[in-house]
């Protein structure tokens, strides 16, 4: 028994993926579970606060889908409650996230990148509870946005408290951070494939991977799509008709146009957003207002363009089967940008995601109808599938992510009969809209990003000892002349040195910048202690030179963080 535990164990060791794809499944439950708590609150409040109250109802056939019960229902229309509600709503979560989580404030994947990036995988254990809270109320009571920034941020979340409780490695924080934002965006969205695969390319905006995350996310994101869908049925998040849609060369041209039309309008979405964000920031005011601000302006503009208000999704289901005209389009996508742009844009707490898809394929269906106009009956489109087209090109434009926006797209509407034209669609939208991003924390490419220097050097040095890197001449004697200190500082380049007697026996580590040159008795490593432990032990004690002994004391070498660099940069070389 005993030896077949000691086999497990060696199976789970450290340097296998086996611990990650299994916390990967745990995370996948957890987050699953989140995105069930977030659907049914924001079907409540939606249904009773939104709805109820306003009387707001979508002017067209296609209606979103509630799972609850309406307790508050007045039934006639109230266009002029419109900024209150919203406005009222994004005053609570306002005051939420200004009291208990400033970081979640605004659509949210940006603060996972920037965890992921600068943050070592860090991310507070509060920051899923308050983000599901404050984004329910904010979406929930009537403001643009969306759920996708909300799960990604609460689904990271829940990864780097899960590696911080275990006490795993930074790198190993960042594969299950990873995690958790597929799992989030793979269950919320049904769009499993597409979470693990766009987990790990926003990340980059020219297209890196990171391909060690992929399995661990792949495996959290299925989870977590099971876990929600097992509650709210494993069909596509939207309803549309099979297109057989058979790739003519004619097609070509009005494809091309579309993906000008979707580069073009998501570099408009981008700076407006940014703009209106930015004015935001610099107004004196304290944080819980400007959310309560944003909430009442897209009121207001809901009281003229009504279709901008809550998620949309039924005039986006409108767009599919052809019922809204070409004037509702138009003010469905510049409204949409707009009010996106009050709502998340002032600090309210939403996702971006969700309005890129409806401006999308409003710009979709509007290009379409156009077309069909210009060309007179000629090789004629049709307005719904281009909408679905437009909803892939729009996201891509704006977040660089053409791979798992061309799955994400085919898996939210079921119809993988799309893939050839998106391709084309997808390739001119990312082609044309490389400069700019609705994510600012996402980095241009793998080189420049600290995480990927710091996993890839983690990744070298956890193979090795210490007895491979050590510097056996970094060290000092006891009887050191004192009048020779500014030498010997040049000469070794730090302030902080190893000391040894005259029998070769470690003392400890002497500070330079300490006036009485006090010799303080730090832990010293055996030779063969491995490498990246002693990393871990130099960023929590905060001594960046250890000394390196044999089984008798005695000093055989010193580490310190550029001696590591330094053998790093030499492995690099060699390959």
């Not at 329910?136 to 409780?165: C, D, H, K």
């Amino acid at each position: 028994m005993k030896k077949r535990f000691f086999s497990f164990m060696r199976f789970f060791r450290k340097d296998c993926l086996c611990h990650l794809i299994l916390l990967s499944v745990l995370i996948g439950i957890i987050v699953g579970l989140i995105s069930v708590v977030f659907h049914f609150s924001l079907s409540f409040l939606d249904n009773n606060i939104f709805r109820g109250i306003t009387g707001f109802v979508e002017t067209t056939s296609q209606r979103v889908k509630f799972d609850s019960e309406r307790i508050i229902d007045f039934g006639v229309y109230r266009p002029w409650l419109l900024p209150v509600v919203i406005g009222l709503g994004a005053l609570i979560a306002g005051i939420i996230v200004a009291n208990f989580a400033p970081d979640t404030r605004g659509h949210g994947t940006d603060q996972a990148l920037k965890a992921y990036h600068h943050k070592n995988g860090i991310i507070a254990p509060k920051v899923p509870v308050i983000k599901t809270i404050a984004s329910v109320i904010t979406l929930g009571f009537g403001g643009s946005g969306g759920a996708e920034g909300p799960m990604v941020q609460s689904g990271a979340g829940v990864g780097s408290f899960i590696a911080r409780l275990l006490k795993l490695s930074v790198r190993e924080r960042r594969i299950l951070l990873i995690s958790g934002m597929a799992a989030g965006l793979g269950s919320f969205f049904k769009a499993p494939i597409a979470g693990a695969i766009f987990s790990n390319e926003i990340l980059y905006r020219d297209g890196n991977f990171e391909d060690d995350a992929l399995v661990p996310a792949t495996i959290a994101s299925v989870i977590g799509y099971i876990t929600y869908s097992f509650f709210y049925g494993f069909s596509p998040l939207f309803q549309t008709e099979q297109t057989m849609f058979i790739m003519y060369w004619h097609y070509l041209i009005p494809l091309t146009i579309l993906a000008l039309v979707c580069s073009a309008f998501g570099s408009f979405f981008v700076k407006t957003f940014y703009k209106i964000h930015d004015i935001f920031e610099k107004l004196s005011l304290p944080l819980w207002l400007k959310p309560a601000i944003g909430g009442v302006l897209t009121g207001l503009l809901a009281i003229f363009i009504p279709y901008v208000a809550g998620s949309s999704y039924g005039y986006l289901q409108g767009v599919f089967v052809n019922e809204l005209s070409l004037t509702i389009l138009i003010l469905l996508a510049f409204g949409k940008v707009i009010a996106t742009s009050f709502s998340i844009g002032s600090g309210g707490s939403g996702g971006v995601f969700g309005p890129s898809m409806v401006i999308g394929g409003a710009l979709g269906g509007a290009v379409g109808i156009i077309y069909n106009m210009a060309a007179n009956g000629q090789y004629a489109v049709n307005p719904g599938t281009m909408g679905i087209l437009g909803m892939a090109g729009f996201f891509t434009a704006v977040a660089n992510t053409p791979i798992s926006t061309l799955i994400m797209v085919s898996e939210m509407t079921g119809d993988f009969y799309l893939l050839i034209p998106g391709l084309w669609v997808i390739g001119l939208s990312y082609t044309f809209s490389r400069s700019y991003s609705i994510y600012r924390e996402q980095i241009t490419d793998s080189i420049t990003s600290p995480a990927f220097r710091e996993n890839f050097r983690e990744k070298i040095i956890s193979k090795h000892q210490l007895a491979e890197v050590m510097d056996e001449h970094f060290f000092l004697r006891d009887d050191f002349d004192v009048n020779e200190l500014d030498i010997i500082r040049g000469r070794f380049k730090s302030n902080l040195i190893p000391v040894i007697n005259e029998k070769g026996e470690y003392l400890g580590i002497i500070n330079f910048e300490d006036p009485e040159l006090k010799i303080n008795k730090l832990p010293a490593f055996k030779s063969d202690f491995n490498c990246q432990k002693t990393r871990e032990y130099m960023e929590l004690s905060g001594n960046h030179i250890v000394a390196v002994v044999d089984n008798n004391g005695n000093f055989i070498g010193a580490v310190s963080d550029e001696i590591m660099d330094l053998y790093i940069f030499k492995k690099i070389l060699a390959k």
